[in-house]
Protein backbone atom coordinates (compact mmCIF):
# COMPACT_ATOMS: atom_id res chain seq x y z
CA UNK A 1 0.00 0.00 0.00
CA UNK A 2 1.39 3.59 -0.62
CA UNK A 3 2.11 5.83 2.48
CA UNK A 4 -0.74 8.06 3.21
CA UNK A 5 0.49 11.59 2.95
CA UNK A 6 -3.03 12.88 3.72
CA UNK A 7 -4.51 14.18 7.52
CA UNK A 8 -7.15 14.52 8.93
CA UNK A 9 -7.59 16.99 10.94
CA UNK A 10 -10.25 16.51 13.91
CA UNK A 11 -11.60 20.18 15.14
CA UNK A 12 -13.14 21.94 17.29
CA UNK A 13 -15.66 24.48 15.79
CA UNK A 14 -16.84 26.39 18.89
CA UNK A 15 -20.14 27.24 20.15
CA UNK A 16 -21.78 28.81 17.45
CA UNK A 17 -20.33 31.77 16.65
CA UNK A 18 -17.61 31.98 13.69
CA UNK A 19 -16.04 34.48 15.33
CA UNK A 20 -14.99 31.80 18.33
CA UNK A 21 -14.01 29.67 15.41
CA UNK A 22 -10.00 29.19 15.93
CA UNK A 23 -7.84 30.91 13.28
CA UNK A 24 -6.04 27.03 12.68
CA UNK A 25 -9.91 25.54 12.24
CA UNK A 26 -10.87 28.95 10.16
CA UNK A 27 -7.29 28.30 7.86
CA UNK A 28 -8.39 24.48 7.69
CA UNK A 29 -12.16 24.67 6.67
CA UNK A 30 -10.53 26.87 3.56
CA UNK A 31 -8.55 24.60 2.19
CA UNK A 32 -9.75 21.38 2.59
CA UNK A 33 -11.35 18.51 0.72
CA UNK A 34 -13.71 17.10 2.53
CA UNK A 35 -15.84 18.21 5.87
CA UNK A 36 -18.00 15.76 8.05
CA UNK A 37 -19.68 17.70 10.65
CA UNK A 38 -22.14 17.54 13.17
CA UNK A 39 -25.57 18.20 13.54
CA UNK A 40 -24.54 20.96 16.44
CA UNK A 41 -21.98 22.48 14.31
CA UNK A 42 -23.90 25.97 13.27
CA UNK A 43 -24.61 27.15 9.87
CA UNK A 44 -22.40 30.46 10.24
CA UNK A 45 -19.91 28.19 10.40
CA UNK A 46 -20.34 25.70 7.87
CA UNK A 47 -20.71 28.63 5.51
CA UNK A 48 -17.19 28.98 5.91
CA UNK A 49 -16.30 26.37 3.95
CA UNK A 50 -14.78 26.62 1.08
CA UNK A 51 -16.77 25.90 -1.77
CA UNK A 52 -14.56 23.04 -3.36
CA UNK A 53 -15.29 20.35 -0.39
CA UNK A 54 -17.17 18.10 -0.34
CA UNK A 55 -19.95 18.20 2.72
CA UNK A 56 -20.95 15.46 4.55
CA UNK A 57 -23.68 15.75 7.82
CA UNK A 58 -22.65 13.11 9.75
CA UNK A 59 -24.51 13.67 13.06
CA UNK A 60 -28.54 13.39 14.02
CA UNK A 61 -30.96 14.86 12.94
CA UNK A 62 -35.06 15.08 14.62
CA UNK A 63 -33.70 11.44 16.59
CA UNK A 64 -32.37 9.71 13.52
CA UNK A 65 -29.11 8.75 13.18
CA UNK A 66 -27.38 9.52 9.78
CA UNK A 67 -24.65 7.78 10.01
CA UNK A 68 -23.30 4.88 12.91
CA UNK A 69 -20.11 5.52 14.79
CA UNK A 70 -18.30 2.65 12.59
CA UNK A 71 -19.57 3.97 9.53
CA UNK A 72 -18.08 7.75 10.09
CA UNK A 73 -14.52 5.71 11.27
CA UNK A 74 -14.96 4.54 8.15
CA UNK A 75 -15.30 7.20 5.90
CA UNK A 76 -12.67 9.27 7.40
CA UNK A 77 -10.23 6.43 7.12
CA UNK A 78 -11.17 6.08 3.19
CA UNK A 79 -10.80 9.59 2.24
CA UNK A 80 -7.49 9.85 3.78
CA UNK A 81 -6.39 6.46 2.07
CA UNK A 82 -7.48 8.28 -1.54
CA UNK A 83 -5.15 11.26 0.03
CA UNK A 84 -7.75 13.44 0.50
CA UNK A 85 -7.57 16.18 3.15
CA UNK A 86 -10.21 15.69 5.91
CA UNK A 87 -11.62 18.19 8.71
CA UNK A 88 -14.04 16.12 10.82
CA UNK A 89 -15.57 19.11 12.73
CA UNK A 90 -17.12 18.71 15.99
CA UNK A 91 -18.91 21.55 17.74
CA UNK A 92 -17.09 22.76 20.84
CA UNK A 93 -13.85 21.04 21.64
CA UNK A 94 -13.25 17.66 20.34
CA UNK A 95 -11.96 16.14 23.25
CA UNK A 96 -15.40 17.50 25.74
CA UNK A 97 -18.28 14.96 24.88
CA UNK A 98 -17.06 15.01 21.33
CA UNK A 99 -16.55 11.56 20.83
CA UNK A 100 -13.33 11.52 19.67
CA UNK A 101 -12.01 8.43 21.42
CA UNK A 102 -13.18 5.53 18.67
CA UNK A 103 -12.33 8.20 15.80
CA UNK A 104 -8.77 8.34 17.36
CA UNK A 105 -8.35 4.67 17.74
CA UNK A 106 -9.73 3.95 14.02
CA UNK A 107 -7.31 6.12 12.97
CA UNK A 108 -4.59 4.96 14.45
CA UNK A 109 -5.30 1.46 13.62
CA UNK A 110 -5.13 2.36 10.15
CA UNK A 111 -1.92 4.71 10.44
CA UNK A 112 -3.79 7.63 9.34
CA UNK A 113 -1.85 10.85 10.11
CA UNK A 114 -4.09 12.51 12.57
CA UNK A 115 -4.23 16.25 14.22
CA UNK A 116 -6.42 17.25 16.71
CA UNK A 117 -7.06 21.10 16.94
CA UNK A 118 -9.02 22.21 20.14
CA UNK A 119 -11.79 24.82 20.04
CA UNK A 120 -13.89 26.63 22.78
CA UNK A 121 -16.12 24.20 24.65
CA UNK A 122 -19.60 25.16 25.32
CA UNK A 123 -18.90 25.41 29.45
CA UNK A 124 -17.02 28.39 28.63
CA UNK A 125 -19.06 29.85 26.04
CA UNK A 126 -21.96 29.89 28.05
CA UNK A 127 -20.08 31.15 31.06
CA UNK A 128 -18.57 33.99 28.95
CA UNK A 129 -22.14 34.47 27.57
CA UNK A 130 -23.73 34.96 31.19
CA UNK A 131 -20.48 36.88 32.87
CA UNK A 132 -19.57 33.86 35.33
CA UNK A 133 -16.19 33.05 36.24
CA UNK A 134 -16.00 29.40 36.54
CA UNK A 135 -13.76 29.03 39.35
CA UNK A 136 -13.90 32.31 41.30
CA UNK A 137 -11.88 32.02 43.75
CA UNK A 138 -14.65 33.61 46.29
CA UNK A 139 -16.70 30.73 45.80
CA UNK A 140 -15.45 27.73 43.43
CA UNK A 141 -11.71 25.77 43.03
CA UNK A 142 -12.63 23.20 40.30
CA UNK A 143 -15.15 22.54 37.48
CA UNK A 144 -16.70 19.53 36.91
CA UNK A 145 -18.06 19.12 33.23
CA UNK A 146 -20.82 16.75 33.18
CA UNK A 147 -23.88 15.68 30.96
CA UNK A 148 -27.24 14.19 31.42
CA UNK A 149 -29.13 11.49 29.20
CA UNK A 150 -32.44 9.53 29.94
CA UNK A 151 -31.83 6.01 30.50
CA UNK A 152 -28.02 6.26 31.01
CA UNK A 153 -26.42 4.44 33.88
CA UNK A 154 -26.99 6.93 37.16
CA UNK A 155 -23.59 5.65 38.46
CA UNK A 156 -21.89 7.47 35.88
CA UNK A 157 -23.57 10.98 36.86
CA UNK A 158 -22.32 10.92 40.85
CA UNK A 159 -23.28 14.87 41.09
CA UNK A 160 -23.39 14.32 44.67
CA UNK A 161 -19.76 14.04 44.63
CA UNK A 162 -19.08 17.54 44.34
CA UNK A 163 -18.24 19.95 47.02
CA UNK A 164 -19.47 22.95 47.77
CA UNK A 165 -16.54 24.65 45.88
CA UNK A 166 -17.09 22.61 42.88
CA UNK A 167 -18.88 24.59 39.95
CA UNK A 168 -20.58 21.90 37.44
CA UNK A 169 -21.18 22.33 34.14
CA UNK A 170 -24.04 20.04 33.03
CA UNK A 171 -24.00 19.75 29.10
CA UNK A 172 -27.95 18.31 28.69
CA UNK A 173 -29.17 18.22 25.09
CA UNK A 174 -32.79 17.79 25.74
CA UNK A 175 -32.94 17.41 28.89
CA UNK A 176 -35.98 17.26 31.33
CA UNK A 177 -35.34 20.27 33.78
CA UNK A 178 -37.47 18.73 36.83
CA UNK A 179 -35.81 15.52 35.97
CA UNK A 180 -32.42 17.25 36.19
CA UNK A 181 -33.57 19.09 39.43
CA UNK A 182 -34.37 16.09 40.97
CA UNK A 183 -31.39 14.79 40.66
CA UNK A 184 -29.69 17.19 41.62
CA UNK A 185 -31.50 17.29 44.78
CA UNK A 186 -31.14 13.64 45.37
CA UNK A 187 -27.38 14.44 45.02
CA UNK A 188 -27.52 16.74 47.76
CA UNK A 189 -27.13 19.95 46.45
CA UNK A 190 -29.42 22.76 48.33
CA UNK A 191 -32.29 23.89 47.13
CA UNK A 192 -31.52 27.47 46.86
CA UNK A 193 -28.10 26.60 45.17
CA UNK A 194 -28.31 29.22 42.43
CA UNK A 195 -28.02 27.85 38.56
CA UNK A 196 -27.82 29.44 35.30
CA UNK A 197 -29.45 27.96 31.64
CA UNK A 198 -27.60 29.22 29.21
CA UNK A 199 -29.29 28.88 25.54
CA UNK A 200 -27.74 29.08 22.18
CA UNK A 201 -24.25 30.17 23.43
CA UNK A 202 -22.60 33.39 21.69
CA UNK A 203 -25.20 33.05 18.85
CA UNK A 204 -27.85 34.95 18.07
CA UNK A 205 -30.64 33.64 20.24
CA UNK A 206 -28.35 33.45 23.02
CA UNK A 207 -30.64 33.25 26.57
CA UNK A 208 -29.72 33.59 29.71
CA UNK A 209 -32.21 32.29 32.67
CA UNK A 210 -31.03 32.59 36.41
CA UNK A 211 -32.67 30.06 38.82
CA UNK A 212 -32.01 27.81 41.27
CA UNK A 213 -32.02 23.95 41.74
CA UNK A 214 -35.11 24.02 43.29
CA UNK A 215 -37.34 26.63 40.62
CA UNK A 216 -35.38 24.99 37.51
CA UNK A 217 -37.81 22.31 37.95
CA UNK A 218 -40.34 24.67 36.94
CA UNK A 219 -38.77 26.87 34.16
CA UNK A 220 -40.13 26.98 31.15
CA UNK A 221 -37.86 25.03 28.47
CA UNK A 222 -35.50 27.26 26.56
CA UNK A 223 -34.56 25.86 23.12
CA UNK A 224 -31.46 23.27 22.54
CA UNK A 225 -28.55 23.53 22.55
CA UNK A 226 -28.76 24.33 26.29
CA UNK A 227 -26.21 24.22 29.20
CA UNK A 228 -26.68 24.56 33.19
CA UNK A 229 -24.01 25.97 35.08
CA UNK A 230 -24.70 24.99 39.12
CA UNK A 231 -23.00 26.37 41.95
CA UNK A 232 -22.44 29.45 44.22
CA UNK A 233 -20.66 31.14 41.07
CA UNK A 234 -23.52 31.04 39.10
CA UNK A 235 -25.31 34.13 41.71
CA UNK A 236 -26.97 36.74 39.59
CA UNK A 237 -25.71 39.13 41.77
CA UNK A 238 -22.10 38.99 41.84
CA UNK A 239 -22.32 40.04 45.90
CA UNK A 240 -24.08 37.25 46.72
CA UNK A 241 -20.83 34.80 45.57
CA UNK A 242 -18.86 35.82 48.85
CA UNK A 243 -21.81 36.24 50.42
CA UNK A 244 -22.17 32.38 51.45
CA UNK A 245 -25.61 32.81 51.53
CA UNK A 246 -25.58 28.72 50.93
CA UNK A 247 -23.35 27.99 53.97
CA UNK A 248 -26.02 27.47 56.72
CA UNK A 249 -27.17 24.20 54.21
CA UNK A 250 -23.87 22.48 53.89
CA UNK A 251 -24.17 20.88 57.40
CA UNK A 252 -25.55 17.97 56.40
CA UNK A 253 -23.97 15.55 54.27
CA UNK A 254 -25.78 15.06 50.87
CA UNK A 255 -27.71 11.36 50.57
CA UNK A 256 -25.83 10.13 47.91
CA UNK A 257 -22.77 11.08 49.55
CA UNK A 258 -20.37 7.96 49.13
CA UNK A 259 -17.82 8.34 46.66
CA UNK A 260 -16.33 5.33 45.33
CA UNK A 261 -14.82 3.86 42.27
CA UNK A 262 -17.50 2.12 40.25
CA UNK B 1 -19.97 61.96 34.97
CA UNK B 2 -19.67 61.44 30.80
CA UNK B 3 -20.98 57.82 29.98
CA UNK B 4 -18.21 54.90 29.42
CA UNK B 5 -18.72 53.91 25.90
CA UNK B 6 -15.31 52.01 25.43
CA UNK B 7 -15.71 48.26 26.53
CA UNK B 8 -13.45 45.94 28.00
CA UNK B 9 -12.81 42.77 26.37
CA UNK B 10 -11.51 40.23 28.70
CA UNK B 11 -10.51 37.78 26.33
CA UNK B 12 -8.99 34.05 26.35
CA UNK B 13 -5.72 34.35 24.89
CA UNK B 14 -5.66 30.29 24.20
CA UNK B 15 -2.70 27.73 24.84
CA UNK B 16 0.44 29.58 23.28
CA UNK B 17 -0.15 28.79 19.76
CA UNK B 18 -1.70 32.16 17.66
CA UNK B 19 -3.08 30.07 15.48
CA UNK B 20 -5.74 28.73 18.08
CA UNK B 21 -6.28 32.35 18.91
CA UNK B 22 -9.85 32.75 18.05
CA UNK B 23 -10.77 34.67 15.19
CA UNK B 24 -12.90 37.13 17.24
CA UNK B 25 -9.63 37.89 19.72
CA UNK B 26 -7.30 38.36 16.86
CA UNK B 27 -9.35 40.93 15.62
CA UNK B 28 -10.08 42.98 18.97
CA UNK B 29 -5.65 42.50 19.34
CA UNK B 30 -5.87 44.29 15.94
CA UNK B 31 -7.70 47.22 17.40
CA UNK B 32 -7.68 48.01 20.59
CA UNK B 33 -6.20 50.54 22.24
CA UNK B 34 -4.43 49.09 25.42
CA UNK B 35 -3.60 45.64 26.58
CA UNK B 36 -3.12 44.26 29.91
CA UNK B 37 -1.62 40.62 29.76
CA UNK B 38 -1.01 37.45 32.05
CA UNK B 39 2.38 36.12 31.86
CA UNK B 40 1.18 32.99 30.70
CA UNK B 41 0.47 34.54 27.72
CA UNK B 42 2.94 33.39 24.84
CA UNK B 43 5.38 35.93 23.02
CA UNK B 44 3.68 34.64 19.61
CA UNK B 45 0.02 35.78 20.91
CA UNK B 46 1.66 39.08 22.18
CA UNK B 47 3.23 40.05 18.80
CA UNK B 48 -0.35 39.78 17.26
CA UNK B 49 -0.80 42.81 18.85
CA UNK B 50 -1.05 46.20 16.65
CA UNK B 51 1.53 48.57 17.51
CA UNK B 52 -0.30 51.30 18.33
CA UNK B 53 -1.25 49.78 21.56
CA UNK B 54 -0.11 50.34 24.82
CA UNK B 55 0.75 46.65 26.31
CA UNK B 56 0.86 46.48 30.05
CA UNK B 57 1.99 43.32 31.70
CA UNK B 58 0.27 42.74 34.84
CA UNK B 59 1.06 38.91 36.03
CA UNK B 60 3.42 37.68 37.97
CA UNK B 61 7.42 37.09 37.08
CA UNK B 62 9.92 35.10 38.74
CA UNK B 63 7.77 34.69 42.02
CA UNK B 64 7.16 38.84 41.98
CA UNK B 65 3.80 40.02 41.92
CA UNK B 66 3.62 43.17 39.24
CA UNK B 67 0.25 44.80 40.06
CA UNK B 68 -2.17 43.41 42.65
CA UNK B 69 -5.38 42.48 41.20
CA UNK B 70 -6.91 45.78 43.21
CA UNK B 71 -4.75 47.71 41.04
CA UNK B 72 -5.48 45.74 37.76
CA UNK B 73 -8.92 46.23 38.26
CA UNK B 74 -8.49 50.25 38.76
CA UNK B 75 -6.46 50.24 35.68
CA UNK B 76 -9.09 48.75 34.02
CA UNK B 77 -11.51 51.27 34.72
CA UNK B 78 -9.69 53.96 34.40
CA UNK B 79 -8.86 53.23 30.98
CA UNK B 80 -12.56 52.55 30.38
CA UNK B 81 -13.26 55.78 31.68
CA UNK B 82 -11.07 57.80 29.38
CA UNK B 83 -12.83 55.97 26.71
CA UNK B 84 -9.64 53.49 25.91
CA UNK B 85 -10.75 50.18 24.49
CA UNK B 86 -9.24 47.41 26.69
CA UNK B 87 -8.40 43.88 26.11
CA UNK B 88 -7.51 42.15 29.03
CA UNK B 89 -5.80 39.29 28.06
CA UNK B 90 -5.34 35.71 29.75
CA UNK B 91 -4.10 32.75 29.27
CA UNK B 92 -6.54 30.08 28.08
CA UNK B 93 -9.77 30.65 28.78
CA UNK B 94 -10.86 33.58 30.93
CA UNK B 95 -13.55 31.43 33.06
CA UNK B 96 -11.25 28.95 34.24
CA UNK B 97 -8.51 29.55 36.84
CA UNK B 98 -8.28 32.94 34.98
CA UNK B 99 -9.55 35.12 38.13
CA UNK B 100 -11.81 37.05 36.15
CA UNK B 101 -14.41 37.09 39.09
CA UNK B 102 -12.68 40.23 40.75
CA UNK B 103 -12.41 41.96 37.72
CA UNK B 104 -15.95 41.53 36.43
CA UNK B 105 -17.33 42.76 39.73
CA UNK B 106 -15.08 45.67 39.33
CA UNK B 107 -16.21 46.59 36.29
CA UNK B 108 -20.07 45.94 36.99
CA UNK B 109 -19.71 48.47 40.08
CA UNK B 110 -18.14 50.82 37.43
CA UNK B 111 -20.79 50.37 35.43
CA UNK B 112 -18.09 49.60 32.27
CA UNK B 113 -19.10 47.90 29.36
CA UNK B 114 -17.42 44.71 28.74
CA UNK B 115 -17.83 41.47 27.30
CA UNK B 116 -15.75 37.72 27.52
CA UNK B 117 -14.56 36.45 24.66
CA UNK B 118 -13.89 32.69 25.36
CA UNK B 119 -11.07 31.25 24.44
CA UNK B 120 -8.89 27.52 23.92
CA UNK B 121 -8.79 26.39 27.83
CA UNK B 122 -5.45 24.70 28.88
CA UNK B 123 -7.39 21.32 29.47
CA UNK B 124 -8.59 20.96 26.18
CA UNK B 125 -5.11 22.17 23.89
CA UNK B 126 -3.12 19.58 26.77
CA UNK B 127 -5.98 16.48 25.54
CA UNK B 128 -5.37 17.65 21.70
CA UNK B 129 -1.74 17.55 22.44
CA UNK B 130 -1.50 13.95 24.16
CA UNK B 131 -4.50 12.85 21.72
CA UNK B 132 -6.48 11.98 24.70
CA UNK B 133 -10.50 12.20 24.71
CA UNK B 134 -11.42 13.40 28.06
CA UNK B 135 -14.56 12.04 27.85
CA UNK B 136 -13.97 8.43 26.00
CA UNK B 137 -17.12 7.02 26.11
CA UNK B 138 -15.63 3.83 26.99
CA UNK B 139 -13.56 5.22 30.16
CA UNK B 140 -15.32 8.46 30.96
CA UNK B 141 -18.07 10.44 31.62
CA UNK B 142 -17.12 13.88 33.33
CA UNK B 143 -14.28 15.71 33.55
CA UNK B 144 -13.26 17.80 36.66
CA UNK B 145 -10.71 20.55 36.15
CA UNK B 146 -9.01 21.37 38.75
CA UNK B 147 -5.40 23.07 40.21
CA UNK B 148 -2.66 22.63 42.66
CA UNK B 149 -1.00 25.12 44.62
CA UNK B 150 1.09 24.48 47.89
CA UNK B 151 -0.49 25.93 51.15
CA UNK B 152 -3.54 26.06 49.63
CA UNK B 153 -7.09 24.75 51.79
CA UNK B 154 -6.63 20.97 50.81
CA UNK B 155 -10.44 20.60 51.45
CA UNK B 156 -10.95 22.51 48.32
CA UNK B 157 -8.97 19.86 46.15
CA UNK B 158 -11.33 16.79 46.74
CA UNK B 159 -9.74 14.70 44.62
CA UNK B 160 -11.10 11.82 46.26
CA UNK B 161 -14.58 13.09 44.93
CA UNK B 162 -13.98 11.34 41.35
CA UNK B 163 -15.21 8.14 40.35
CA UNK B 164 -13.76 5.81 38.24
CA UNK B 165 -15.26 7.25 35.10
CA UNK B 166 -14.12 11.14 35.80
CA UNK B 167 -11.40 12.42 33.70
CA UNK B 168 -9.51 14.75 36.00
CA UNK B 169 -7.28 17.29 34.42
CA UNK B 170 -4.78 19.05 37.08
CA UNK B 171 -3.67 22.52 36.49
CA UNK B 172 -0.52 22.48 38.37
CA UNK B 173 2.24 25.62 37.39
CA UNK B 174 5.21 24.84 39.39
CA UNK B 175 3.74 21.66 41.69
CA UNK B 176 6.05 18.84 42.95
CA UNK B 177 4.72 15.75 40.87
CA UNK B 178 5.79 13.79 44.21
CA UNK B 179 3.29 15.94 46.14
CA UNK B 180 0.96 15.62 43.62
CA UNK B 181 0.75 11.97 43.55
CA UNK B 182 0.55 11.42 47.11
CA UNK B 183 -2.42 13.25 46.86
CA UNK B 184 -4.06 11.39 44.53
CA UNK B 185 -2.67 8.39 46.31
CA UNK B 186 -4.40 9.61 49.48
CA UNK B 187 -7.99 10.31 46.95
CA UNK B 188 -7.80 6.61 46.91
CA UNK B 189 -6.74 6.59 43.15
CA UNK B 190 -5.04 3.44 42.12
CA UNK B 191 -1.21 3.41 41.82
CA UNK B 192 -1.35 2.53 38.41
CA UNK B 193 -4.08 4.73 37.14
CA UNK B 194 -2.63 6.21 33.86
CA UNK B 195 -1.70 9.54 33.69
CA UNK B 196 0.12 12.12 31.06
CA UNK B 197 1.89 15.30 31.89
CA UNK B 198 1.74 17.84 29.28
CA UNK B 199 4.16 20.79 29.21
CA UNK B 200 3.79 23.75 26.74
CA UNK B 201 0.85 21.90 24.99
CA UNK B 202 0.24 23.63 21.52
CA UNK B 203 3.74 25.44 21.86
CA UNK B 204 6.99 24.77 19.49
CA UNK B 205 8.42 23.08 22.62
CA UNK B 206 5.41 20.83 23.50
CA UNK B 207 6.38 17.70 25.49
CA UNK B 208 3.76 14.55 26.87
CA UNK B 209 5.24 12.38 29.60
CA UNK B 210 3.08 8.98 29.75
CA UNK B 211 3.11 8.26 33.13
CA UNK B 212 0.89 6.29 36.23
CA UNK B 213 0.23 8.09 39.12
CA UNK B 214 2.68 6.21 41.38
CA UNK B 215 5.52 6.70 38.49
CA UNK B 216 4.71 10.78 38.28
CA UNK B 217 5.79 10.07 42.00
CA UNK B 218 9.33 9.97 40.98
CA UNK B 219 9.37 11.37 37.00
CA UNK B 220 11.74 14.25 35.77
CA UNK B 221 10.06 17.91 35.90
CA UNK B 222 8.52 18.89 32.62
CA UNK B 223 9.20 22.91 31.67
CA UNK B 224 6.17 25.37 33.17
CA UNK B 225 3.12 25.63 31.95
CA UNK B 226 2.36 22.17 32.61
CA UNK B 227 -0.88 20.27 32.67
CA UNK B 228 -1.68 16.69 34.78
CA UNK B 229 -4.49 14.44 32.97
CA UNK B 230 -5.67 11.51 35.14
CA UNK B 231 -7.51 8.73 33.87
CA UNK B 232 -8.68 6.10 31.71
CA UNK B 233 -8.34 7.80 29.09
CA UNK B 234 -4.60 8.75 29.78
CA UNK B 235 -3.35 5.18 28.97
CA UNK B 236 -0.92 5.47 26.19
CA UNK B 237 -1.93 2.28 24.25
CA UNK B 238 -5.53 3.22 23.28
CA UNK B 239 -6.62 -0.45 23.84
CA UNK B 240 -6.25 -0.04 27.49
CA UNK B 241 -8.98 2.08 27.69
CA UNK B 242 -11.62 -0.41 27.19
CA UNK B 243 -9.41 -3.33 29.41
CA UNK B 244 -10.78 -2.24 32.44
CA UNK B 245 -6.72 -2.89 33.36
CA UNK B 246 -7.67 -0.80 36.62
CA UNK B 247 -10.71 -2.27 37.67
CA UNK B 248 -9.90 -4.68 40.00
CA UNK B 249 -8.06 -1.93 42.19
CA UNK B 250 -11.61 -0.29 42.52
CA UNK B 251 -13.22 -2.34 45.04
CA UNK B 252 -12.54 -0.73 48.15
CA UNK B 253 -13.22 3.12 48.83
CA UNK B 254 -10.72 5.33 48.94
CA UNK B 255 -9.52 6.93 52.34
CA UNK B 256 -10.62 10.18 51.81
CA UNK B 257 -13.94 9.37 50.52
CA UNK B 258 -16.66 11.35 52.40
CA UNK B 259 -18.10 14.27 49.95
CA UNK B 260 -19.81 16.93 52.09
CA UNK B 261 -20.67 20.02 51.72
CA UNK B 262 -17.49 22.10 52.90
Given at each position: LPAIIAKVYLVGAGP??????TQKAARLLQNTDIVLHDSLVSREVLD?????AEIIDVGKRAGQKLLTQDEINSLLVSYAVQNKMVVRLKG?????????GEELDALRRANVPYEIVPGVTAATAAAAAAG?????RRAASQVLLTTFSR???????????????TSLVLYMPGAEYAEVSARLRDGG?????PCAIVSA?????QMVRWSNISRLATEAKLPAPALLIVG??????????????WAALDESPPAASTTRWI
Amino acid sequence: LPAIIAKVYLVGAGPGDPELLTQKAARLLQNTDIVLHDSLVSREVLDLITPNAEIIDVGKRAGQKLLTQDEINSLLVSYAVQNKMVVRLKGGDPTIFGRAGEELDALRRANVPYEIVPGVTAATAAAAAAGISLTDRRAASQVLLTTFSRGENGKQMDWGAVTSTTSLVLYMPGAEYAEVSARLRDGGLPADLPCAIVSAASGARQMVRWSNISRLATEAKLPAPALLIVGRVAAQRAHEISEQAWAALDESPPAASTTRWI
